[in-house]
């Protein structure tokens, strides 16, 4: 099992950044691969970045890419993800989510609210 907790949403204005962070706690093997994710009002969940163990194999949305980085920190059992050039579509609750490298198993986290206003 694996606890997941988000921190770092809030309101910020179009153009602005924010660094959401998801600290882990439990089973280190089911850490393997974390991302985020994110739904808006109205829309089904949806990918914006993960990351592996070792913090080189990356992947994100096209929607985010050269705006968002995404990083972790296995000391502290810690994902990062990097907003920068907020845009209000980019408006939504975000997800921390955590897989082992093997098996189907996947962690949520209860989400954290990033509000971009125009």
């Known amino acids: 099992q694996v606890q997941l907790v988000e921190s770092g949403g809030g309101l910020v204005q179009a153009g602005g950044s924010l660094r959401l962070s998801c600290v882990a706690s439990g089973r280190t093997s089911s850490m393997y691969r974390m991302g985020w994710f994110r739904q808006a009002p109205g829309k089904e969940r949806e990918f914006v970045a993960a990351i592996g163990w070792t913090g080189g194999d990356t992947t994100y949305a096209d929607s985010v890419k050269g705006r968002f980085t995404i990083s972790r920190d296995n000391a502290k059992n810690t994902v990062y993800l990097q907003m920068n050039s907020l845009k209000p579509e980019d408006t939504a609750v975000y997800y921390c989510?955590?897989?082992?490298?093997?098996?189907?198993?996947?962690?949520w986290g209860q989400g954290t609210q990033v509000t971009v206003s125009s």
């Open positions: 989510n955590s897989s082992p490298r093997f098996g189907t198993a996947n962690y």
